[in-house]
T-cell receptor
Framework: EAGVTQFPSHSVIEKGQTVTLRCDPISGHDNLYWYRRVMGKEIKFLLHFVKESKQDESGMPNNRFLAERTGGTYSTLKVQPAELEDSGVYFC?????????????FGNGTRLTVT | SQQGEEDPQALSIQEGENATMNCSYKTSINNLQWYRQNSGRGLVHLIL?????REKHSGRLRVTLDTSKKSSSLLITASRAADTASYFC?????????FGKGTTLSVSS
């Protein structure tokens, strides 16, 4: 079984540019999560999809962040325009049931650096 | 807002010693999970303990949960150099897991 894959693994962009991160969950997992870790801080929840629907997007920092999961398969997270404070590691995770009932399977993350 | 808080933030031990990490949280939970993250990799699930359980074992790992104190501990026995990683507790109450800042464990041979 293939794990959760994220692309790219690293991205360096300038302030004001746009970046799109992609996550391919484990096949059959309806639940897909995005998290972010800024250096030295906690792993912060961003949002949760169930299939193609946004179940909870309370962690999204602002409207510069847009997440989609068309067709309920892979997901993208777009940051437009990027700011310096958006730098960090963005993790995607998937699960067959919600996180309150089952473990999450994580990808290796995308390290985003905004200069 | 942050839910889990791990303690200590960093821990250095010798191979063969035991490592204990603690986690405190703030609100009611359905379960508490521990994850490990090796440098540059994603988080790997270690163990899940439900709110009605008090202790759980998995190999060299032992997790305890005290819901009255809103705290949990992770014990790694007979540590190995390969256990060097960051360890996170995460609490599940709603649909998402809420993570703390983690404990960085360094095991030297």
């Amino acid at each position: 079984e293939a794990g959760v894959t994220q692309f790219p693994s690293h991205s360096v962009i300038e302030k004001g540019q746009t970046v799109t991160l992609r996550c391919d969950p484990i096949s059959g997992h309806d639940n897909l999560y995005w998290y972010r870790r800024v250096m030295g801080k906690e792993i912060k929840f961003l949002l949760h999809f169930v299939k193609e629907s946004k179940q909870d997007e309370s962690g999204m920092p602002n409207n510069r962040f847009l997440a989609e999961r068309t067709g309920g398969t892979y997901s993208t997270l777009k940051v437009q325009p990027a700011e310096l404070e958006d730098s960090g590691v963005y993790f995607c995770a998937s699960s067959s049931r919600t996180a309150s009932n089952s473990p999450l399977h994580f990808g290796n993350g995308t390290r985003l650096t905004v200069t | 807002s942050q839910q889990g808080e791990e303690d200590p933030q960093a821990l250095s031990i010798q191979e063969g010693e035991n490592a204990t990490m603690n986690c405190s949280y703030k609100t009611s939970i359905n379960n508490l999970q521990w994850y490990r993250q090796n440098s540059g990799r994603g988080l790997v699930h270690l163990i899940l303990i439900r709110s009605n359980e008090r202790e759980k074992h998995s190999g060299r790992l032992r997790v305890t949960l005290d819901t009255s104190k809103k705290s949990s501990s992770l014990l790694i026995t007979a540590s190995r150099a390969a256990d060097t990683a960051s360890y996170f507790c995460a609490t599940g109450a709603g649909t998402a897991l809420i993570f703390g800042k983690g404990t960085t464990l360094s095991v030297s041979s």
